[in-house]
């Protein structure tokens, strides 16, 4: 496994109101992010907030190029963002134990933090269609070019984890500062990872590594 610094490139936050955040998201122009009552969104390019839908958002959030998914509690909703309607649920697979949310090949990735599993779900229905076991507590999860990454967050250590989808095998960690935990995750689709700070109430970017392939 190679392992390294985390490289921060910019913090966001904290946000006025907000105590708490869980799940990341990017939706091609904007950053959400759950915060409990609420779900946000700040432009990354000079962090100003700009918009908000109340709706219960307690875990992970993702987004599959048209609607938001958000985990409140037990359930995942789907959502309008035009409107901030919720349109349908699903059960979540950790049943309240559920905690980073991704898009990715017409499903739905979550990750179970205690149970330090990723499942990767049906939308329509929650059926868990595979599972992914890892060997630390699992926070956010986003999948970028192909690859599966997903945050931890164990006592005071907090790291960001490529892992190999096939096997769970850690690939490459990228080791947060100390007290700087991950508590959700969400590639921009280029060189940034969005890392939700728990109760820092604060965003942070950090690069993300080239592939191999364009290392190479």
């Keep these: 496994m190679k392992r390294s610094d985390a490289e921060i490139i910019s913090e966001y ?10 799940g990341v998201t990017f939706d091609g122009a904007r950053v959400w992010f759950a915060a409990g009552d609420t779900l946000s969104a700040f432009d990354p ?3 100003e907030a700009l918009r908000t839908i109340d709706v219960a958002a307690h875990a992970g959030t993702a987004f599959d190029g048209h609607h938001l998914f958000q985990i409140a509690e037990s359930c995942i ?3 309008d963002p035009a409107t901030g309607h919720v349109l349908a649920t699903i059960p979540a697979p950790g049943a309240g134990g559920d ?9 739905l990735w979550v990750g179970q933090y205690r149970d330090r599993r990723i499942h990767q779900i049906d939308p329509e229905t929650g059926a868990i269609l595979r599972t992914i076991v890892c060997d630390r507590f699992v926070t956010g999860v986003t999948w970028v070019d192909g690859e599966l990454w997903h945050g931890t967050w164990e006592g005071d250590e907090s790291d ?3 892992i190999d989808p096939a096997t769970g095998e850690v690939l490459e960690s990228l080791q947060m500062p100390p007290g700087v935990g991950v508590s959700g995750l969400e590639s921009d689709g280029g060189d940034r990872f969005f890392c939700g700070g728990g109760h820092s109430g ?4 950090i690069r993300r590594p080239k592939t191999r392939a364009s290392s190479r």
């Excluded at 905690?99 to 499903?107: D, F, N, Q």
């Design 77 to 79: 909703q789907k959502i």
């Design 99 to 107: 905690s980073g949310l991704a898009w990715a090949e017409g499903t």
């Design 13 to 22: 936050g904290p946000f006025p109101g907000v105590d708490q955040i869980g």
């Design 160 to 162: 960001v984890r490529h």
């Design 45 to 47: 390019a000079n962090g």
């Design 202 to 205: 604060k965003i942070t970017a």
